[in-house]
């Protein structure tokens, strides 16, 4: 029975470091044996159709590709479409975001992981905001991304294997599982 999943790739097409076209991405991702790949917007977001593989695998195979066949190294972070569903779903903060872009999801492979940053949920961001969802961290940076010290703080707690999307990003991706 075949599954969507979207991989998330951490820090592809940021700057001028890690530079990965999408179509060479969609072929790598088609060459592991995945089918209707498909990437959104230029920075690292694949969602695709496999067997029943679990998503730590499949993030595994694409990260191990990413540094042999592209020379890219770059941590994966993968998820069902379901759980990604959940993570929608799960974001208490985005009644309060009136700015999409302003508003971060981070994700890492193992999910356990998230309780590292269940304390900083209840420290006082200066307008911002922290949720924990079970799949994912929620933050809210109104007074912009590079400016907030949530975000530092949760990718430190987190440690490097995390990556964030914007709200904005996260409703492309949920829409094209």
């Not at 991989?7 to 940021?14: D, E, M, P, S």
């Not at 088609?30 to 498909?38: A, C, I, T």
């Not at 872009?101 to 905001?129: I, K, P, T």
């Not at 492309?172 to 599982?177: T, V």
Request: aromatic letters at 4%; proline letters at 3%.
């Amino acid at each position: 029975m075949a599954s969507r999943h979207v991989a998330l790739l951490r820090g592809i097409n940021v700057g001028r470091a890690k530079r990965v076209a999408m179509a060479d991405l969609r072929a790598m991702v088609e060459d592991l044996g995945y089918r209707e790949v498909r990437t959104i917007l230029n920075s690292g977001n694949v969602v695709l159709t496999g067997g029943r593989e679990a998503p730590d695998r499949i993030a595994g195979r694409i990260e191990r590709a990413m540094a042999e066949r592209l020379g890219v190294p770059a941590a994966v972070t993968a998820l069902s479409a379901a759980a990604f569903a959940t993570v929608v779903k799960e974001n208490t903060l985005a009644p309060v975001a009136s700015d999409p872009s302003r508003l971060l999801v981070a994700f890492c492979q193992d999910a356990g992981r998230l309780r590292q940053v269940e304390a900083l949920a209840r420290q006082d961001w200066g307008g911002g905001a922290l949720a924990v969802g079970h799949a994912a961290a929620y933050l809210w940076c109104p007074a912009g991304i590079l400016a907030s010290r949530l975000t530092e703080a949760v990718y430190r707690a987190l440690g490097s294997p995390a990556t964030m999307r914007n709200w904005s990003t996260v409703r492309k991706i949920h829409a094209a599982l």
